[in-house]
């Protein structure tokens, strides 16, 4: 059925599944679910990567794939020869940068396919492991289909004009680790709970798609790239449990939606996930689902945008915030039934997208199986400009975080472009972030990941994604080391090309006395640094190594709005230390005031003594007292007060205090920082942990 746009306001959307129909006509629902399983090498009769600069309209895909275990960053290159488009070149980023010869594009172009290895599909053990692994907590018996829906302009023709967009930051992550506690419970639990029972309602209330539902069901999951595809059931700390879907993209990684993972108005984080790939059921409306790989619960983190995490929790979102709602999710332990996994096309300009989920409802039946559907592309340069795209695409509750992918007309290769977050339910039209240029930094790092790289990582000293060099004229990277141990010590940062990997150059710090915790301009590490960082990247990743057990922060600084963000993710995970604050801004910032909270989540009241510290000497400069704090209470102090508490002039250069408890609580402190022009108000707690 042909599908076109509308452009009806204000209707919501909601998330959807697409059948993956790549020809004009379907006789079979088999037909239409194993259609792409014959996949093949392109045309290399030109392959040349000495012509690429002669080429004839030369263009690009860019490619992020994990294959055989190792992730790659690459580029297939095509020329017009012959007035045909032909591929003369593969050009690999990572793990090492070099151009393919003839042989070896062969090679690679044939295990990034799989092509003449069995499929998992068709073996007799893949289809007798059936149910979830033995280690799988019980499924909740009140799991009901996430839906999100979009908020259009009153003017439908303002939707999609034909300027462009100025250049964006790239998005900024932000993860749980599993196993930390996690902060983003804004609400007290009550408060939570009484919301449980009305947000889980309103899943329910999941429309069936519009029209004629030209889904089908795909009907052998246990073939590619349908077993890398999965039901994703997950649970908030309010109790409440939702469906979506998600991509297999490597042993350990799943891409969903980040609304699955984060939303504020239910905890913040998931308390748990669990993924069951290739699942499916014998007949419709049958509430057995049969699940030949099993499942995982054993996550390590999950990862989102922070920009979602600071939207979350509302019903519905102006449609070019959906660019924000991608995130991950990665197991201790890989998944061992398969090792072939779609490649992620960064900017794909393809116009026509297969999507494939677990809808909750399907011809109005209640459904744990895969359904399918293909769409041409509707989205038109607004929402392309803004890292969004739309596809004429049936869709219900349940598919969000379901994978777009493209299916190369020459090879068969299916690729992914993006994921599904909403659709219409009056148009039948879906759309969710796109994978570009803008997001490829934050993917191919979630993508990459695997347990040795995070233990190597801890090993080498923490990791720092997506810095900003010096070069940036509107940002500013500051840096904060809080020395926790009882002698000075020094830290040791490396710098590397975020886009190659590349070491760059290194800085050591001076002597850092123990309790200070100084603040650096990344511009002082760059001019430090040796050898000389003759050329300045995009971004830097940054491996950060000390001599002493303590804590880390990375803050920038926006010229423009004059705020600061805290920006401390890393891959020893974000975390809090809860009788020391180290980097809380003094009254000489008049610009931006600080608050201290000190909560007192014991069953007893409390006072709680808190020590004044010069940042950059660790000179004690007062004592504060606070009054008693009743039992599950808090006390918030701005610091001018506590200065003057505690008889602290600060002079014109302390700009920043650390704050210790003189002894434990049960409890925690947390501070804040104000922007005085705007009222944005930024929590400067959170940091990462620093190990010898």
């Given at each position: ?513 123990a309790g200070a915790s100084p603040q650096y301009y990344i511009k002082t590490l760059e001019n430090a640094a040796t050898p000389a960082i003759v050329t300045k990247p995009t971004f830097y990743t940054l491996s950060v190594r000390s001599t002493f057990s303590g804590l880390f922060q990375y803050v920038i600084y926006q010229?423009p709005q004059q705020s600061v963000l805290n920006l401390s993710t890393c891959d020893t995970g974000a975390t809090t230390s809860p009788l020391v604050l180290p980097s809380v801004n003094s009254s000489t910032l008049s610009g931006y005031p600080s608050s201290v909270g000190i909560h007192n989540t014991g069953t007893s ?88």
């Amino acid at each position: 059925m042909q599908k076109n746009c509308c452009g009806h306001p204000n209707h919501k959307r909601w998330p959807v599944l697409f059948a993956p129909l790549f020809v004009v006509s379907i006789v079979t629902n088999v037909a239409a679910a194993e259609r792409f399983e014959t996949v093949r090498l392109p045309d290399l009769s030109a392959y040349d990567c000495a012509s690429v600069d002669k080429a004839t309209a030369p263009s690009e895909r860019h490619m992020g794939q994990v294959i055989q275990g190792q992730y790659y960053d690459w580029h297939a290159i095509y020329g017009t020869v012959g007035g045909k488009p032909r591929l003369i070149c593969i050009s690999v980023d990572k793990p090492t940068a070099h151009q393919l010869t003839r042989d070896e594009a062969t090679a690679f172009l044939t295990s990034s396919a799989a092509i003449g290895r069995p499929n998992p599909g068709n073996t007799n053990s893949a289809r007798s492991s059936q149910g979830p692994s033995a280690d799988m907590p019980e499924e909740p018996d009140n799991v009901r289909p996430m839906p999100k829906g979009v908020k259009r302009p009153s003017n439908a023709a303002s939707e999609q004009p034909q300027s462009t967009t100025p250049d964006e930051l790239p998005p900024r992550p932000a993860i749980k680790n599993f196993g930390d506690v996690s902060q983003d419970a804004v609400k007290p639990r009550a408060a939570l709970e009484s919301q449980k029972s009305t947000r889980a309602q309103s899943a329910l209330e999941t429309p069936a798609a519009i029209g004629v539902d030209d889904r089908v069901v795909v009907s052998n999951t246990r073939s590619y790239p349908w077993n890398t595809i999965g039901y994703l059931s997950i649970t908030y700390p309010t109790g409440a449990s939702f469906r979506c879907s998600g991509t297999l993209v490597s042993p350990y990684v799943v891409l969903t939606a980040g609304h699955c993972l984060h939303d504020k108005d239910l905890g913040g984080y998931v308390a748990s996930a669990r993924f069951y790939p290739g699942q499916y059921q014998a007949t419709l409306g049958d509430n057995a689902p049969i699940r030949p790989y099993g499942g995982k619960s054993d996550v390590a983190s999950v990862n989102v945008t922070q920009t979602w995490t600071q939207i979350s929790g509302e019903d519905a979102y102006p449609v070019t915030d959906y660019k924000n709602d991608f995130a991950s999710i990665q197991f201790k332990t890989a998944f061992t039934f398969t090792d072939t996994f779609m490649p992620v096309i960064y900017g794909s300009t393809g116009t026509t997208a297969v999507n494939a989920g677990y809808p909750g409802v399907v011809q109005s039946t209640n459904n744990y199986g895969m359904y399918t559907d293909i769409g041409s592309d509707i989205s038109g340069n607004f929402l392309r400009n803004n890292h969004v795209r739309e596809f004429s695409l049936d869709a219900t509750g349940g598919d969000s975080g379901s994978p777009f992918f493209f299916v190369d007309p020459e090879t068969g290769q299916r690729s992914v472009v993006g994921s599904l977050s909403y659709s219409d339910d009056f148009d039948d039209d879906s759309g969710g972030p796109w994978y570009d240029s803008w997001n490829k930094g934050l993917l191919s790092t979630w993508i990459a990941w695997t347990p040795a790289t995070a233990t190597a990582g801890s090993v080498a000293g923490l990791r720092v994604p997506s810095v900003f060099p010096s070069s940036w004229r509107d940002i500013e990277s500051h840096l904060r080391f809080y020395n926790g141990g009882t002698s000075a010590g020094t830290v040791q940062v490396t710098f590397a090309d975020a886009a190659t990997g590349t070491a760059l150059s290194t800085w050591t710090s001076p002597n850092i006395p123990a309790g200070a915790s100084p603040q650096y301009y990344i511009k002082t590490l760059e001019n430090a640094a040796t050898p000389a960082i003759v050329t300045k990247p995009t971004f830097y990743t940054l491996s950060v190594r000390s001599t002493f057990s303590g804590l880390f922060q990375y803050v920038i600084y926006q010229v423009p709005q004059q705020s600061v963000l805290n920006l401390s993710t890393c891959d020893t995970g974000a975390t809090t230390s809860p009788l020391v604050l180290p980097s809380v801004n003094s009254s000489t910032l008049s610009g931006y005031p600080s608050s201290v909270g000190i909560h007192n989540t014991g069953t007893s009241n409390i006072t709680v003594t808190l020590g004044i510290y010069d940042a950059d000497t660790a000179q004690r400069l007062g004592t504060y007292t606070s009054p008693t704090i009743p039992a599950n209470g808090q006390f918030l102090i701005h610091v001018p007060d506590l200065e003057t508490s505690a008889h602290v002039k600060p002079t014109s250069q302390q700009y920043y205090y650390v704050l210790k408890a003189d002894s434990a609580f049960t409890g925690y402190l947390q501070s804040y920082s104000t922007n005085a022009a705007s009222g944005t108000i930024t929590d400067t707690t959170t940091m990462c942990t620093l190990s010898p």
